[in-house]
């Protein structure tokens, strides 16, 4: 079928603004606005299946990084200390943090103060730099960076792992025609066994999709409140957002 569709990815735009936009025909979003946005009105096309160690197919945790030299051994002796995230409703930086401070303490009155940078790779320079002491980072991201950028993660180290979640889902705008749906997942999924765009899956670690709702993310509101989960630095410098 015929589908009107732009010849290249948006990026004069925040994302924000990209997923409220009735005429979305295709992005990936992370899961928990999903949930936990009323406001946001998409539909979930397909789950994305990436080559990372550890996760089942369809899911994947972030990596909680704090500098080499910090002596804390444990997630419990980051309280009341400063921690960075990319933005108060990302999943793999900020809800998966939460669910995982929350097996040991009150997640909301855990950390002393917050910075939100925007983006995952903004998190880790702020942990490398001394202005923050810890960042939950989705460990996709954290696997493209320490393939392509390895020097970004010099001086870092993982003190532990949150929980699993489903990956960032490939969405449309929630009035997208179900025939236009169809399309799309039938148009992923030859995209990921095209031979010839074997080069562009292994660099963005892709391997497959599944098909894909909305219930598949439901869980990710069982993780954390219906609210920001962390109260921002009024000092702090927000950037643009990569938010996942």
């Given at each position: 079928?015929?589908i ?5 990815l948006?990026?004069t ?9 009735p ?14 946005d009323?406001d946001?009105a ?14 089942p ?6 990596r909680i990084l704090?500098?080499d030299?910090?002596?804390?051994t444990?997630?419990?002796?980051f309280a009341?200390r ?18 995982a401070?929350?097996?040991?303490a009150?997640p ?10 925007g983006?995952?790779?903004a ?21 493209v ?8 993660l010099h ?8 929980p699993?979640a489903?990956?960032?889902?490939f ?7 179900p025939?236009v749906?169809g ?18 899956r292994?660099?963005?670690l ?9 219930h598949?993310?439901?869980?990710l509101g069982?993780l ?7 109260a ?12 996942g």
């Open positions: 079928m015929g009107a569709a732009p010849d290249s948006d990026r735009r925040s994302v924000e603004a990209i997923w409220r936009d005429n979305l025909l295709l992005a990936q979003c992370c899961g928990y606005p999903l949930v936990a009323p946001l998409l539909r979930v096309i397909a789950m994305p299946i990436y080559a990372l160690p550890d996760c197919p369809g899911r994947h945790y972030s704090v500098r030299d910090d002596p804390a444990t997630l419990a002796a009341g400063r921690v960075a995230i990319n933005a108060p409703l990302s999943n793999t930086g900020a809800n998966l943090l939460r669910a401070v929350a097996n040991i009150a909301d009155d855990f950390f002393g103060s917050t910075i939100v940078t983006s995952h790779r998190s880790i320079d702020a942990v490398a730099s001394g202005r923050a002491d810890i960042a939950a980072i989705d460990a996709v991201t954290a696997a960076i320490a393939r392509d950028d390895p020097a970004a001086g870092l180290r993982d003190l532990a792992r949150t699993r489903p990956n960032l889902p969405v449309t705008a929630r009035t997208t025609p025939a749906v399309a799309l997942r039938e148009a992923l999924h030859a995209a990921m066994h095209d031979p010839a765009l074997a080069p562009a292994a660099a963005l892709l391997t497959d999709i599944v098909p894909a709702s909305i598949r993310y439901r869980m069982r954390g409140h219906q609210t920001p989960p962390f921002a630095d009024p000092a702090a410098t927000k950037i643009a957002a990569d938010v």
